[in-house]
């Protein structure tokens, strides 16, 4: 069953901008990573950019760990990326130009209770104006609060369809840039 792409939202938030993407193949979906790059490297040296929290919404296969792959590729990540499924954060520190740039990619499938989420620190992360990917944003439940931008992936057979919604500027900054 396809999930709504507010539905980790509680209270929901105003939705500044929504744009759908159709991605007919793995080459659309890294291809749309690359861009969402290009995107966030130009909202991140913004003065008023705080971090950025994108959750990433989907069934399982939906796209959701390519995606972040494709991003952080088009960030300059050279690396193996894994899934954080076991581990629940892989954090990556890109070197640029007056210091390193924080990513964080979060797999919260094995959440049975949100209080999990608060139990393993992960509030830090958040706060530290670093870009957080959520894969599995529903098991934290209301404690993620409101995000920058919620991607949500469905499948239409071997195609996907990304459903996009920015909730703050720097969401709404970046969405306008794919």
């Known amino acids: 069953m396809p999930v709504a792409p507010d539905s980790s939202l509680h209270p929901p938030a105003s939705v500044l901008l929504e744009r759908t993407f159709a991605l007919e193949n793995l080459a659309a979906t890294e291809a749309f990573g690359a861009r969402f790059a290009t995107a966030i490297e130009a ?42 499924t076991y581990t629940l954060v892989e954090p990556y520190a890109l070197p640029r130009e007056g210091g390193q740039f924080d990513v ?26 670093a870009v957080c990917l959520v ?20 499948t239409e057979g071997e195609r996907r369809r990304l459903d996009a919604r920015a909730y703050s500027e720097s969401g709404k900054a970046c969405l306008e840039r794919c």
């Open 135 to 154: 894969e599995w944003p529903e098991k934290a439940g209301e404690l993620l609060g409101v995000p920058d931008l919620v991607f949500a992936l469905e």
């Open 104 to 129: 964080y990619h979060f797999d919260l499938y094995r959440f049975a209770d949100p209080a999990e989420w608060a139990d393993a620190g992960f509030r830090e992360y958040f706060d530290s104006g």
């Open 43 to 84: 909202v991140r040296v913004r003065p008023a950019f705080e971090g950025l929290q994108v959750q990433l919404l989907g069934d399982l296969g939906a796209g959701k760990t390519t995606l972040v792959r494709a991003t952080l590729a088009g960030l300059g990540h050279r690396g193996r990326v894994r899934s954080p």
